[in-house]
């Protein structure tokens, strides 16, 4: 029988962020991921805290996070360990060469592939968007047969931002001849650029389309690695400066960020262990004693002395919804949610109040340890980060990925 | 002021129906619908071309009828047409006695019913519950209440027809006891015109009472409440109906690879009611239960309801007592000529209704042509050369997709735009196998002015993902084409994404709760298609 410090449940960024921090604290972790959670849904991106109740948005993430409800995960793990959950994450990132820009003091507005903008906290370099405000022409650049990117959407629509209203945009258009007959996502654009030759090549028809000097807004297509290489040689090229926008799955943002972190858990000695569908828990005594993964071949015990449970809400499969009733199935852990269904959800799909379904979640104390419904600590040893928490809407507020490194962080810390 | 012979009123399969039949004998006519072909009942079923078995044994007229209309339909219709046969099977609840009459019922009408073994019924439906039984096959078919409307406009419009979609009928304008003309509300933009016609037909449906109100004429509709259930599988390959009287929840029906369970049935005061409920999702699921027992483990797509229109003289009669048989009302026996009312009646019967209508109609018009929309077919057939063509575009199995929702002159402009641009044959909707340029086509069409239109006309939006990806590429395309019609396009976003939430809402559960999670990530967390646009952070 093996036993580790922490077996960390859940391949996502919280709990990536957890087996991190916890590797900092020279524990031995093991993680069990099934997937890599929501960071190659929309991942690249850290969302801190947007908009406020009411949709009203706020001054500064840091503004923001003082002013999130009672039973917001903020509000449990408090401000100096959020502080330090994003200094550890921008470390992580800087020692790794793929740092993030942004700080907790000031709002990011990125442009999205909708031609909207979108508020955040930390960005990969490649959406900074201090040459956006200057310019006075902008670029939008597409790929014929990338059907997930519509440069004329993102020029008219920019067109109706105030701030961005005076500006000239330009439309134009590379062919990659990727298509033949198949579907074309952002990740074979991003590989395409990844290979000498289809650096080379696109930048021979960049050249063709963009002037030197040009501010460019392009899909999220600078190479696959988490590096700024393809980045910099097309900048160098062109003169030109990129910016990728927030774009819908496959996120190549989200993909960078994986397989950093992964490979730093990976340098520190965290042992990964892929395909793991960890299905239930062996508990005495108030206490995890080890959980129990389920694979093709057989069922697989992982002991340790504490367990760090980040395996997504709803969408991860951390938290299972039935008509009137939400189930946590590792440790059957209680979620209040309301018994008549009716009262889960809005009728308006988009609005100024965010998701009663999606606030739905996990109590924890401070700690992140799990709560009964009067507040008791249930599990002394476990402890929870993530998607799975309850009280916030991370859609609604913009604080995905803020909670993720906040709570892992935390996490870990308390173990 | 444009000017026509005959309006018609409702844009539904009864009313496109009408038009076609009164354009095809060389009347001219506009059709109005307020929203979107199809908008209303005709789409808001479970559609199922009946074979008449569900009504034989109460009201044999209407199961007659049916078994005429379906065997009409069967072959004009065939692009919309999916012939499943169908069974109906008595379940352990079910009363035996029943079976007799409904047998003896289904015999004087002329609908064939074979009775087949349990075991029998097992190996060709092994979903069933092996609880049955007694199961008999009867010749029941899947319709696609979309396509068909769809069609009918593209017929009518070939021999002159006109429709205008988002307008709605604010009065009837009437000079010495005789129509002469129908004022209309666009209500996209708020213009209000007059049409000036010799002749109106309401074909509204459940908004019948509403219509008629408006030249002070009352007409008995009482909308009835059905909501159904959308499973992304093919449950069963035929249609399922349970061997009882008509009541909740009975009735299977398989579309392509999804099944739709309905219905329930409650009386209400508003026709267009249409907002489902959690609680009528589960107590469908727990009467489906009996037919299909493991039915709680299938994925649903969504739930939907819509309204039926009730007829009845007898203003008490309301549910499943009132009658599905349909009335032809003619107004000049109320004091106005030139307005006529059909209302009751049923999607299987749409066609024969159309042509009761328009017999009427021509008889006041001194039309001698006889109706021929019962040997016509609604659009004609793709050639082999055609299809050859489309298979270099589409993979296989999309070319037959894509030929059927289309009809040959469809398809014809989706594979010039294919040519034109070749990636446009990539998947916009890989759910629903929709590609790029078929879109684009339906988005151009003169009646589509927003997605959820373009959806009714292609299915895109309509499958697994409920437009987690292809609502973004679809505003996007229209965009890029210069057709947002006006509208800023988070507009067109919410709007789309919007429709797709009301049927989501209440089976928000399972996997559907994992989709919408996705779904919001994408739209409001990384678009912020619902943000503020001031942003003061720039």
């Not at chain 1, 009411?54 to 903020?74: D, K, R």
């Not at chain 2, 259930?229 to 909740?248: C, K, M, Y």
């Not at chain 2, 009312?341 to 009761?356: D, P, Q």
Request: aromatic share 8%.
């Amino acid at each position: 029988m093996r036993e580790y410090d922490i077996v960390v449940i859940g391949g996502g960024l919280a709990g990536l962020m957890a087996a991190a921090a916890a590797t900092k604290r020279g524990k031995k972790v093991t993680l069990l991921s099934l997937g890599s959670g929501t960071l190659t849904i929309g991942g690249g991106i850290v969302d801190v805290m947007g908009y406020l109740e009411g949709g009203i948005p706020a001054a500064t993430p840091s503004a923001g996070l003082l002013q999130v409800g009672e039973g917001h995960p903020y509000k449990k793990i408090g401000r100096p360990a959020i502080e330090e959950s994003i200094r550890f994450f921008k470390e992580i990132c800087e020692q790794e060469g793929y740092s993030y820009i942004g700080n907790l003091d000031k709002t990011q507005w990125i442009p999205t592939a909708a031609g909207t903008l979108k508020p955040t906290c930390l960005v990969p370099k490649t959406m900074d968007t201090t040459e956006l405000k200057k310019a006075d022409k902008v670029t939008v650049l597409g790929f014929d047969a990338l059907k997930d990117f519509y440069p004329s959407l993102i020029a008219k629509n920019f067109k109706k931002i105030p701030a961005f209203a005076q500006k000239e945009y330009e439309v134009v258009m590379v062919d990659p001849k990727l298509s033949e007959g198949r579907d074309v996502t952002a990740l074979d654009v991003a590989r395409w650029l990844d290979t000498e030759e289809g650096l080379a090549s696109c930048i021979e028809k960049m050249r063709n389309v963009i002037d030197s000097g040009s501010v460019v807004i392009i899909p999220p297509v600078l190479g696959t690695r988490p590096d700024y290489a393809v980045k910099e040689k097309l900048e160098k090229a062109l003169g030109c400066h990129f910016i990728e926008t927030a774009s819908v799955p496959p996120s190549i943002t989200g993909l960078r960020l994986r397989t950093m972190l992964v490979r730093y858990l990976k340098k520190n000695g965290v042992r990964i262990v892929e395909q793991a569908i960890v299905a239930k828990s062996i508990v005495e005594d108030g206490k995890c004693v080890a959980v129990i993964t389920e694979g093709v071949d057989r069922e697989r015990t992982y002991y340790a002395k504490s367990f760090i449970l980040a395996n997504g809400g709803f969408y991860g499969g951390g938290l299972l919804a039935e008509p009137g009733k939400v189930i946590e199935p590792i440790f059957n852990l209680p979620v209040e949610a309301p018994t008549d269904h009716e009262l889960w959800a809005n009728y308006s799909l988009f609005s100024s109040e965010a998701q009663p379904f999606a606030k739905l979640g996990l109590d924890v104390d401070e700690k992140m340890r799990p709560l009964d419904a009067n507040g008791k600590v249930l599990l002394n040893n476990v402890y929870v980060a993530g998607r799975n928490l309850r009280g916030y809407d991370f859609s609604f507020e913009k604080s995905g990925n803020g909670v993720a490194i906040a709570s892992g962080y935390q996490a870990a810390m308390s173990v | 002021m444009q000017k026509t012979t005959v309006v018609v009123i409702g844009g539904g399969a009864t009313g496109v129906g009408i038009l076609r039949d009164l354009c095809m004998r060389g009347v001219d006519a506009i059709l109005l619908e307020q929203q979107d072909l199809a908008y209303g009942t005709s789409s808001r079923y479970h559609g199922l071309l009946h074979s008449g078995g569900r009504y034989a044994v109460k009201d044999a007229e209407a199961g007659k009828e049916c078994i005429e209309e379906n065997t009409i339909l069967r072959k004009i219709g065939r692009h919309c047409v999916e012939q499943t046969e169908g069974f109906f099977a008595r379940t352990h609840l079910d009363d035996e006695a029943f079976e007799g009459k409904w047998v003896e019922a289904c015999a004087k009408v002329g609908i064939p019913t074979i009775p087949i073994s349990v075991e029998e019924a097992l190996r060709l439906e092994p979903n069933l519950s092996p609880k049955i039984k007694s199961v008999y096959r009867v010749p029941d078919a899947a319709i696609d209440g979309f396509r068909m409307v769809w069609q009918n406009v593209a017929s009518a419009r070939k021999y002159g027809g006109r429709v205008l979609t988002y307008t709605t009928v604010i009065g009837i304008e009437q000079s010495n006891n005789q129509v002469v003309g129908i004022k209309v509300r666009n209500t996209l933009t708020g213009e209000v015109s007059n049409i000036a016609c010799d002749f109106i037909v309401s074909a509204a449906g459940s908004w019948a009472g509403e219509i008629a109100a408006l030249a002070g004429i009352n007409v008995n509709v009482q909308p009835d409440r059905g909501t159904l259930i959308a499973f992304n599988h093919r449950i069963t390959s035929r249609i399922v109906n349970r061997l009882r009287p008509a009541s909740d929840g009975d009735i299977f029906v398989p579309h392509g690879s999804i099944t739709i369970l309905g219905t329930t049935s409650a009386s209400v005061n508003k026709p267009d009611d249409t907002v489902p409920n959690a609680k009528e999702v589960v107590e469908l699921l727990n009467i489906g239960e009996a037919l299909f027992e493991d039915i709680r483990s299938y994925r649903m797509l969504r739930a939907f309801a819509g309204t039926r229109p009730l007829y009845s003289a007898d203003p008490n009669a309301t549910g499943r007592g009132a009658s599905r048989g349909f009335v032809t009302l003619d107004h000049a026996h109320d004091g106005l000529k030139g307005f006529v009312s059909v209302v009751g009646g049923k999607f299987t019967t749409y066609r024969l209704m159309a042509e009761k209508v328009t017999d009427l109609v021509c008889g006041y018009l001194n039309v001698k042509t006889p109706c021929r929309t019962a040997v016509e077919n609604l659009v004609e057939d793709t050639s082999p050369a055609l299809m050859a063509k489309a298979r270099l575009y589409f993979p296989a199995y999309g070319a037959e997709l894509a030929a059927s929702r289309l009809g040959s002159e469809g398809l014809e402009k989706v594979i010039a735009r294919i040519q034109e641009k070749p990636e446009k044959r990539q998947l916009l909707c890989e759910c629903e196998n929709v590609t790029m340029a078929e879109v684009e086509e339906a988005a151009a069409d003169s009646t589509s002015y927003m997605i959820s239109d373009v959806r009714r006309k292609t299915r895109m939006g309509m499958g697994t993902c409920q437009g987690a990806f292809c609502t973004f590429r679809s505003v996007g395309a229209v965009d890029a084409n210069g057709l947002s019609w006006g509208k800023d396009t988070n507009v067109l976003f919410k709007e789309f994404l919007q429709g797709r939430w009301k049927g989501i809402r209440p089976i928000l559960w399972g996997n559907v709760m994992r989709e919408m999670e996705l779904t919001r990530g994408i739209y409001e967390g990384t678009l912020n298609i619902n943000g503020a646009i001031d942003n003061e952070g720039i």
